[in-house]
T-cell receptor
Framework: RKEVEQDPGPFNVPEGATVAFNCTYS??????FFWYRQDCRKEPKLLMSVYSSGNEDGRFTAQLNRASQYISLLIRDSKLSDSATYLC?????????????FGKGTHLIIQP | DAGVIQSPRHEVTEMGQEVTLRCKPI?????LFWYRQTMMRGLELLIYFNNNVPIDDSGMPEDRFSAKMPNASFSTLKIQPSEPRDSAVYFC???????????FGSGTRLTVV
């Protein structure tokens, strides 16, 4: 199965700061990428999709670097409620209805 | 929209017993995925179905695991016999084929003692 690697953290960040973390992938054929957020003892929830160079949604920006095969997630003006584990996911094939391979997640803690 | 519904939420069973996990996908979604999550291995894809047909079961750990999808609104994952190393959270997810943004169910936390 394809490899997806993430720094497990934890990242301890003061409230209001900007934080970024990366995810590297091995499947060079992948055309789409995903960031999921998972709260403790809850299911993963889709945060952002990335289909080309990047995507922005409010305080969250996801970027794709195909040459180096990594995606990044940047969170600006971090809130206490951003504390969670962030999982990146990459399709096992180029895309479509195949399975996703998930990284093990990066644990983010926003401190007051 | 009720989302993906899984049952039971928690299951504690003794080693050697049969365990059946259930999933109802979102209506209209034609892809269904079973994942297992542990601290050590993270989220692992066990099997997925497109239009009720199993497409890839290469992630199923061994013959003790089996999954079925008899219709578009129901799937089961069965473990027989169960072992302590099967203890994990089992998630079901569904999506529209061609759009891989999954919606996950709340999961079943399985403990085999």
């Amino acid at each position: 199965r394809k490899e997806v690697e993430q720094d497990p953290g934890p990242f301890n960040v003061p409230e209001g700061a900007t934080v970024a973390f990366n995810c590297t992938y091995s499947n060079s054929a992948s055309q789409s990428f995903f960031w999921y957020r998972q709260d403790c003892r809850k299911e993963p929830k889709l945060l952002m999709s990335v289909y080309s160079s990047g995507n922005e949604d409010g305080r969250f920006t996801a970027q794709l670097n195909r040459a180096s095969q990594y995606i990044s997630l940047l969170i600006r003006d971090s809130k206490l409620s951003d504390s969670a584990t962030y999982l990146c996911a990459v399709p096992d094939s180029g895309g479509g209805a195949d399975g996703l391979t998930f990284g093990k997640g990066t644990h983010l803690i926003i401190q007051p | 929209d009720a989302g993906v519904i899984q049952s039971p939420r928690h299951e504690v069973t003794e080693m050697g017993q049969e365990v059946t996990l259930r999933c109802k996908p979102i209506s209209g979604h034609n892809s269904l995925f079973w994942y297992r999550q542990t601290m050590m291995r993270g989220l692992e894809l066990l099997i997925y179905f497109n239009n009720n047909v199993p497409i890839d079961d290469s992630g199923m750990p061994e013959d003790r695991f089996s999954a079925k999808m008899p219709n578009a609104s129901f799937s089961t994952l069965k473990i027989q016999p169960s072992e302590p190393r099967d203890s994990a959270v089992y998630f079901c997810a569904s999506s529209l084929a061609g759009y891989t943004g999954y919606t996950f169910g709340s999961g079943t936390r399985l403990t085999v003692v």
